[in-house]
């Protein structure tokens, strides 16, 4: 049980170091290669079945599929972070979530869809305030 117990450390570990580099490529604007992190974050998150982790990886592949361009793509992860936030039942960052996908959906020129989106976020906002 000790060497469970070390093995999981590390993967976790692991875990959190390619969401920071994950997180670091985004900043220097390289969406593919953070995607290759954040692929590898949410892989070890769903192994070691940490949601947080799972949760932070999947709005990294957003992130990093947004700044390709990849509007559709990203949308569906950030659907993903929704669903993880209600499975652990804590919503921190949802807000962000909502009205990230209003912007995809501007970004693609549906408008409708954005708008609603954009009325979810504010709602979001008034009821929990800024993130």
């Keep these: 049980t000790v060497t469970i117990v070390l093995v999981a450390q590390q993967l976790l570990c692991c875990c959190r170091d390619a969401l920071r580099a994950g997180k670091r490529l985004l900043k220097e604007g390289n969406g593919s290669a953070a995607m290759v992190r954040f692929e590898k974050a949410l892989m070890l998150?769903?192994?070691?079945?940490?949601?947080?982790?799972?949760?932070?990886?999947?709005?990294?592949?957003?992130?990093a599929a947004r700044l390709q361009g990849q509007y559709k793509t990203a949308i569906g992860h950030l659907e993903r972070v929704l669903e993880i936030s209600k499975e652990?039942?804590?919503?921190?960052g949802d807000s962000d979530a909502y009205g990230t996908i209003a912007d995809c959906y501007t970004d693609l020129g549906e408008f409708e869809k954005a708008a609603e989106f954009y009325d979810k976020y504010i709602q979001?906002?008034?009821?929990?305030?800024?993130?």
């Design 45 to 63: 998150s769903k192994a070691l079945r940490q949601k947080v982790q799972e949760r932070r990886a999947t709005r990294g592949l957003a992130a």
């Design 88 to 92: 652990m039942q804590e919503y921190t």
């Design 124 to 131: 979001c906002m008034a009821k929990d305030g800024p993130v």
